[in-house]
Structure formats: C-alpha cells, structure tokens
C-alpha cells in the first residue's frame, strides 16, 4: 500500500473519513477537523433551497408570464455574483419550481441572498437556462434575505415581498408585484454515527528486529469491485496485539449498516510501502454482532498459489471492543426544536483604553462615522447572532469605570438604569454605548468575574422557567 494516508506525523496519524472542510467552502477548518474527528457533526450544514411564487405580474400580452428564479450571493464587499437558475414555467403567475439549489450554511457568517424573478420572453423558450441573457427578459421583482433569517423561521420557509428595483427607490407604492416563497431543506440521508473501538490479537511481525507497528484501514467497497478508503487508525510501535483509539463512521459515508467493508492491518513503513499483515470484509452490521458476541474474527491474507490467490486463513484476529450508534444532531435540529441563542455583551471602560476624546484613544467616536475597535466587535458579532434571538432585547454591561458621583463599578448597566440591563437591538447597544463613554469616568482595574457572575444569573433565571436558551456573552476589553 502506498502513501494514501495522512502525511502527518510521518503518516502515523489517524485519518477521519469525513468530508474536507475545503470542499464544502467551511471557514473553520481546524474545528471543523476536530468535530468530525470525535463523531460529530461540522460547523456548517448542507442546505437546499425550493421556490414557489404567488401572484406574480402579467408581463405577456397573449398569455402570462414564463417566470424564472435567478440566485445571487452578496459578497461582504458589496460584490453580486449569480450562483443559480431555476427552469422556465411557462404561462404561471403563481407556481412551484421544480430545480433546487444547494448552498453551504455557516453558522458565522451572514450570507446575503438576492432572488431575481425574470418573465423569460417567448423567443428564448428553447435556449438553455444558463445560456440566457437577462438583460434581454423582462423584471418581476426581487426581493432579499439572509440564510440566518430563514434557517431560523419555525418552519424554515419565509415569504418575501416581490419588488422593481425602480420601485424599491421610490416612496411612491407602485404595482404590486407579488410575492416569492423560499423553503429550506437541511440535506441528511443519516445522521447516525457508530463510534467503534477495534483491536487485534496475535498479530504476525513484518519486521525482523522488532515486532510490528501496526494501523487499519477501513475502505468501502463499490458496485466496481474497488475498494475506497474512509478512514485510518493511528500507527501503533511495536505492538503485536494492539487496541487502536476510537473510529467513528457516518452510516451515510459507508453507504449502510449492510454494505461492505474491508478492514486491512498494515505494518507501518516509512518509506510508504506499508506491508499487510492481514484483512476481513465485514459490514458494520457485522461488526456489532462480534461486539455483541463478544467473538473474534480471524484475519486472512491473499496468498498466491500457482497461478491464482487464496485467502490463508491466520491466526490473528479482529475483535471489536466497543459498537454504539448515535444520532448527531445538527445546530440547526436544535433551531427547529425552539432552541434560542441569547447575545449578551460587556464592554470594558478601563482607563488603559486611552481618553475616549482624542483620537488615539480605542474609544474614540469618530464624526465621520468610522467605527472604533469596540463598535466594529459588537457590530460583527451581534449581526451573527441576532436572528437567533426572538425579541433581539440583549442584556448590555459596562466595567472597569466610575459613574458620575460614584464608585469605580465592575459591572454597570449600559443604558444608565438601575433597573433593568437590556437594550433593544444591536443599534440599542451601539446607542447606549456611545451614550456611557459621556456619563462615566474610565478608571480600572479590569476585572471580569462581575459580569461573568451578572451573566450566570441571567442564564440561570432562564433555566429555572424551563426556557430552551443558550447564553453567548461577549467580553470585550484591550489586552495589554
């Protein structure tokens, strides 16, 4: 076997059989390896998106209109690309396309969605779909939303209002334009893993001064008759009966519990030439009956005898130590179930911040609207976590400052009451943040402990009336 695995270590390093992060666009490759790794689930989520409309304009004369859904991501940058067409319905004003598009949701990031419903002209009813030119079809409206906003509706669907873009800079309310219903699909044929715990006995030794340093591969096998690696365990030294860390396997990676497998044990060699000590085909269906039964399996190794290949049967065996199923629910399962994430921030007004008047200083308001280092964090964090937060009343503190006439606080109200934390919004807390940097004085020292416990408090007043919430509290301070 040649160098198929991981180059990691040397090649010694175990090797998950879950999709690349890259492939799917995931912006946390690291995590996202880990997560996988252990059995769970990515950050991000396959989503396909369905399209129906209702009351559309009459664009045609003779009949009505042949509508068409074009797809397009706004970049942060302000930048618009076309990602997707639907097909052309012909003579509908309100219907259900049939072509769906698939879109990789992060949790992390505010994906902007554009949808563009165009009346494709008689002429071009035999042109292909991505062939067509828009600036030749006539407008039906447009409408915008994000992936957040919808993942998050009870029942992921969301109805938009159609306009004409030289109505929506209008203040006149011209005709109505209808509307574009959009439907989310999270794309799971299985979200069962099995976590299973291998390991051999009586191993045969490859090598001639030391005993074997044994891994498995663990391949699938497809209609061909190929075999196609999923995962490999670490490399074990010297080790003749070896018990190799967990392996978890997607039920959907292998196909099914029924489909076969092929579990190889390798020497290691580091010149890449692993040499095979011994094989099984087993199912992972297979693989819980030898758990449940407490039984071994005896590897063999294709030997060739005169012209052709036997299986010798050795004495080594394959015994599995640990076979449990679980299903790994994703965060948007949660979402769907009414769970809610709850944003909470505190802010640090110590005076190592620097006078909040000169520009130097991290606080600085600039006048011409330029956001200072505290502003941009609450805006980036808050615009990602808002739309899972149903009434968007977010509790807000400050520490590490002296209000007027008193005592240095470790923990203050930011919209200056001595009743109630919350603000409305992220553009309540930018407001009242603005508004505190001219009410207390910066002082220090910087201490957390305050607001951690004032956040604990809120979190555990949620859990005791039963509330499905997760609390995220922001601290914001200058590190020195």
């Not at 799917?24 to 369905?50: C, K, W």
């Not at 930048?79 to 396309?97: H, K």
């Not at 030294?237 to 959907?252: A, R, S, Y």
């Not at 005898?305 to 199923?325: A, M, P, Q, R």
Request: aromatic share 10%; with cysteine; net charge negative.
């Amino acid at each position: 076997m040649g160098n198929c695995c991981s180059d990691v270590g040397g090649g010694m390093a175990a090797v998950s059989g879950a999709t690349s992060s890259a492939a799917t666009g995931n912006q946390n490759d690291a995590v996202d390896m880990y997560l996988r790794s252990h059995g769970i689930h990515g950050l991000f989520s396959q989503i396909e998106l369905s399209f129906s409309a209702t009351s559309l304009r009459d664009r045609d004369v003779f009949s009505k209109s042949d509508p068409m859904v074009v797809v397009y991501i706004k970049e942060r940058d302000g930048a618009i690309n076309e990602v997707f067409r639907t097909e052309v319905v012909l003579n509908s004003l309100t219907l259900t396309w049939i072509a769906k598009y698939t879109i990789t949701y992060h949790f992390e990031v505010v994906q902007n969605l554009l949808f563009k419903v165009f009346d494709v002209d008689t002429q071009y009813h035999n042109v292909e779909v991505k062939m067509l030119k828009l600036e030749e079809q006539q407008s039906l409206g447009e409408a915008y939303c994000t992936l957040s906003e919808l993942v998050t509706k009870p029942n992921r669907s969301l109805t938009l209002d159609l306009i004409r873009r030289e109505e929506s800079v209008s203040s006149t309310h011209s005709q109505h334009c209808g509307k574009l219903t959009v439907h989310a699909e999270e794309c799971f044929s299985s979200k069962s893993t099995a976590d299973i715990i291998l390991r051999c006995i009586d191993l045969e030794s490859k090598d001639l001064f030391s005993k074997s340093d044994p891994f498995l591969v663990i391949s699938k096998l497809v209609e061909s008759g190929t075999s196609i690696p999923v995962c490999k365990t670490e490399v074990l030294k010297n080790d003749h009966n070896p018990t190799w860390k967990p392996v978890f396997l997607n039920i959907q990676q292998v196909g099914s519990k029924d489909s076969p497998l092929v579990i190889e044990c390798f020497n290691f060699n580091s010149n890449g030439k692993h040499d095979l000590i011994g094989k099984v085909q087993k199912s992972l269906a297979d693989l819980e009956k030898l758990h449940l039964g407490r039984e071994g399996e005896n590897l063999y190794l294709p030997t060739l005898v005169g012209h052709n290949y036997e299986n010798k049967i050795l004495n080594s065996k394959l015994l599995v130590d640990k076979f449990s199923e679980t299903v790994q629910h994703t965060f948007l399962d949660y979402l769907a179930g009414g769970f809610e994430l709850n944003f909470m921030v505190a802010i640090d007004f110590t005076a190592s911040n620097g006078n909040p008047r000169l520009p130097d200083s991290l606080h600085y308001i600039d006048p011409s609207g330029r956001l200072n280092a505290y502003q941009k964090a609450i805006y980036e964090v808050g615009e990602v976590l808002q739309f899972y937060d149903a009434d968007k009343r977010y509790p807000a503190w400050g520490f590490g400052a002296r209000p007027i006439d008193g005592p240095v606080s470790h923990c203050f109200n930011l919209n200056g009451s001595s009743n109630y934390c919350e603000v409305q919004g992220i553009q309540g807390i930018m407001m009242a943040y603005t508004s505190a940097l001219f009410n207390v004085s910066l002082a220090g020292p910087t201490l957390f402990g305050h607001v951690i416990n004032r956040a604990s408090v809120v979190a555990c007043d949620s859990l005791s009336t039963g509330a499905k919430k997760y609390f995220a509290l922001l601290i914001i301070t200058l590190l020195i």
